[in-house]
């Protein structure tokens, strides 16, 4: 085994991520550390590729920073992170209110999706079909699909209905068997593509009360939707048999299995 040996300048490390020879570390100050992973005989060489702060403070004087949870005229934490189907971009989630794409080669910035109210929680990107589909999911409670061949904004999945308050915390997503891939020449092809190819994807949500959430991608169907925990949902994964497993801040983990 091999570990890296970095102290971030004391910054906390707020999620990780790998792919393949890649290993994306995200940090509460906004800032991500970009590391190429070889693996030879069992012994890890890891070389770090690149530094840099994609998610910036706002100005504590816009009005807008009187809604916001957190401490953003300080740091912009990055709660989340995804790697593309392609591997060579990567989405970042913050308590800044945006998903931002990020060519890990150049590092230039190629998108910035401004769909949130509050702070994204959790992102995912996966390919499906014709389609690469990044979802997202939000302290206001929304969920947000989009197709990133061109950005188009597919579909949002509105609050769940959970008892008391909460917030999205987490999400997974659970994927039928692959499909044949079809070429695509416009936006309304990618919206026909989602429609009739997507009906059997599900969004898998953990919220800050317990509540995991299982819903239809495309008409955001309920397949379940139950408090399981007595404290907040950390985090989940999801397995393409339909198995769900959840980890809490009540101590516990628990794993469950989708049955329709």
Request: aromatic share 6%; with cysteine.
């Amino acid at each position: 085994s091999s570990g890296i040996n970095a102290e971030y300048g004391g910054d906390t490390i707020t999620c990780v991520k790998e792919s393949g020879s890649k290993l994306c570390v995200c940090l509460i100050t906004g800032e991500v550390v970009l590391y190429h992973v070889m693996v030879n005989e069992d012994v890890a060489d890891v070389t770090k590729m690149w530094s840099a702060t994609l998610h910036h403070p706002q100005n504590p004087e816009t009005p807008q920073s009187a809604q916001l949870f957190g401490s953003l005229s300080l740091k912009a934490e990055i709660w989340s992170c995804a790697f593309s189907p392609c591997k060579e971009l990567l989405a970042t989630s913050s308590e800044d209110q945006t998903v931002r794409v990020t060519s890990l080669q150049t590092r230039e910035n190629l998108a910035i999706f401004q769909d949130h109210s509050l702070a994204v929680t959790c992102v995912a990107w996966f390919a499906h079909s014709s389609l690469s589909l990044l979802v997202s999911c939000s302290d206001d409670n929304t969920v947000v699909v989009r197709e990133m061949t061109n950005h188009t904004k597919l579909y949002v999945l509105p609050r769940p209905d959970v008892i008391g308050f909460c917030t999205l915390t987490y999400l997974g997503i659970i994927l039928p068997p692959a499909q044949e891939e079809r070429v695509l020449t416009t936006s309304d092809d990618v919206q026909t593509d989602f429609q009739e190819t997507c009906t059997d994807v599900k969004v898998v949500c953990g919220s800050e009360n317990g509540y995991l959430i299982v819903r239809g991608l495309v008409n955001g169907r309920v397949y379940f939707n139950d408090r399981l925990h007595q404290g907040s949902i950390e985090g989940l994964c999801c397995a393409s048999d339909g198995r769900i497993v959840t980890c809490s801040s009540d101590c516990t983990v628990q794993i469950h299995s989708l049955v329709e």
